[in-house]
T-cell receptor, first 110, second 113 residues
Framework: QKEVEQNSGPLSVPEGAIASLNCTYSDRVSQSFFWYRQYSGKSPELIMSIYSNGDKEDGRFTAQLNKASQYVSLLIRDSQPSDSATYLCAVKWGAQKLVFGQGTRLTINP | EPEVTQTPSHQVTQMGQEVILRCVPISNHLYFYWYRQILGQKVEFLVSFYNNEISEKSEIFDDQFSVERPDGSNFTLKIRSTKLEDSAMYFC???????????FGDGTRLSIL
């Protein structure tokens, strides 16, 4: 069973719409979850962290966590062309390491 | 805003040669990591380092790899005898504590010829 799974996309969303990105994970004891954005050829850039069940909002971004379903999501409201990137779901696995999904490539169409 | 810095940005090395990748973590961070990303693939954990010792390593991190914190600011990854399959982006990351987000440097692109 894959550890962290994401739909690789591409996901195409019109400018101004809501982009919805999903992630599932297999480790039931994981407690820390992160969304990173990665532009082509660049490093992962932290967007959101979430540790408790429910929603966490930061500007246009909302992270949602459901530990019972082992599911994390990221909503991007009022999508902008500059949001076009690959979004990486990362789960803290055990004491130290992050385990990443393969990423979802998001394209915002003007 | 403080950053993790990595040098060089691009390293080209002949197969079999040793290479050292350098990182300066954020100054008040205590936990340091190396990850790699082969082109088109996902980011993979290599090693974590805390209190001057390796705290966890992956199966990728075999005897050809080593890490060191030679002084109070630098954190290095050494690959002793490079292979073609070591070609990848190598990212250094750091954080204040194990539960806090890890912040990544810009990466070193390693090309093995």
């Amino acid at each position: 069973q894959k550890e962290v799974e994401q739909n690789s996309g591409p996901l195409s969303v019109p400018e101004g719409a809501i982009a919805s990105l999903n992630c599932t994970y297999s480790d039931r004891v994981s407690q820390s979850f992160f969304w990173y954005r990665q532009y082509s050829g660049k490093s992962p850039e932290l967007i959101m962290s979430i540790y408790s069940n429910g929603d966490k909002e930061d500007g246009r971004f909302t992270a949602q966590l459901n530990k019972a379903s082992q599911y994390v999501s990221l909503l991007i409201r009022d999508s902008q062309p500059s949001d076009s990137a690959t979004y990486l779901c990362a789960v803290k696995w055990g004491a130290q390491k992050l385990v990443f999904g393969q990423g979802t490539r998001l394209t915002i169409n003007p | 805003e403080p950053e993790v810095t990595q040098t060089p940005s691009h390293q080209v090395t002949q197969m079999g040669q040793e290479v050292i990748l350098r990182c300066v973590p954020i100054s008040n961070h205590l936990y340091f990591y190396w990850y790699r990303q082969i082109l088109g693939q996902k980011v993979e954990f290599l090693v974590s380092f805390y209190n001057n010792e390796i705290s966890e390593k992956s199966e990728i991190f075999d005897d050809q790899f080593s890490v060191e914190r030679p002084d109070g600011s630098n954190f290095t990854l050494k690959i002793r005898s490079t292979k073609l399959e070591d070609s990848a982006m190598y990212f250094c990351a750091s954080t204040t504590s194990g539960d806090q987000p890890q912040h990544f440097g810009d990466g070193t692109r390693l090309s093995i010829l």
